[in-house]
């Protein structure tokens, strides 16, 4: 949940509907260790991202959300979205720093989404090691989740560049010592089920974040979560 094209992303989420639930559900997540996206996939943070949006397009003079393709733009990826809107290559880490600055101010606005807290219980009673890769600012991770959600990860790793999280993904692995087959990458765009497979994992898509459904199965993923609450059946 993804700064700049991640926004984009939120925003048609919520603007066209949300979720298709034509693919199967599989049996339960059987893995080590998961690795999760936050914004979009943990948190719910589409409210503030659209305030936050507006502002950041106000200040760095790029394209506002044309409400009326939103349908078309959620199959889209990152530098897709970024090319349609005008934002040069060169300005997003100004506007990432922007946006995370913003959605600080306003975290405590911020809520995960219902049913997120009990499935991290359950997967940690489980044994499953919890983990996080996000573009989001460590601080805003630490005051939405709060310190006894926070204490169910062993690892977090925050301000990852919008193409920028496979760095932290392999830290992860290489701290938790856990090998790539008994991994799982969850997340809610395009650009997480393409670090998985650089990182030679498998990724579960959730259906209720930023890219459509349709786009992540496209994306060949082991996994598709249809509900929050699929994450523990």
């Known amino acids: 949940m993804e700064t700049c094209a991640a926004f984009f992303s ?59 393709n939103a349908q078309a733009l959620r199959g889209l990826d990152a530098r897709q979205i970024m090319a349609l809107h005008d934002i040069p290559l060169w300005k997003t880490p100004a506007i990432a720093r922007f946006m995370r600055t913003r959605i600080g101010d306003e975290a405590h606005s911020i809520t995960l989404f ?48 919008l193409f920028g999280k496979l760095p932290k993904v392999r830290k992860v692995l290489a701290a ?25 994992l498998d990724f579960g898509a959730v259906a209720w974040g930023f890219n459509h459904v349709d786009a992540l199965v496209a994306q060949g993923p082991e996994r598709v979560f249809h509900q929050v609450e699929d994450l523990v059946r």
């Open 10 to 68: 939120c925003m048609l989420a919520r603007l066209t509907g949300s979720t298709d639930h034509s693919y199967a559900i599989e049996d339960h997540v059987n893995r080590k260790l998961i690795i999760f996206d936050f914004d979009g996939t943990l948190a719910d943070t589409f409210p503030c991202f659209v305030r936050v949006f507006d502002e950041a397009a106000a200040k760095y003079k790029f394209k506002p959300l044309d409400r009326a």
């Open 114 to 161: 219902a049913g997120v807290e009990a499935a991290l219980r359950t997967l940690k009673e489980r044994g499953v090691v919890l983990t996080i890769v996000t573009s989001n600012a460590r601080a805003n991770v630490q005051r939405i989740l709060g310190p006894e959600l926070l204490a169910l990860f062993d690892q977090v790793e925050c301000g990852a560049g």
């Open 176 to 200: 938790t010592g856990i090998g790539a087959a008994d991994t799982l990458l969850i997340g809610d765009e395009i650009r997480d089920a393409r670090v998985a497979a650089e990182a030679g």
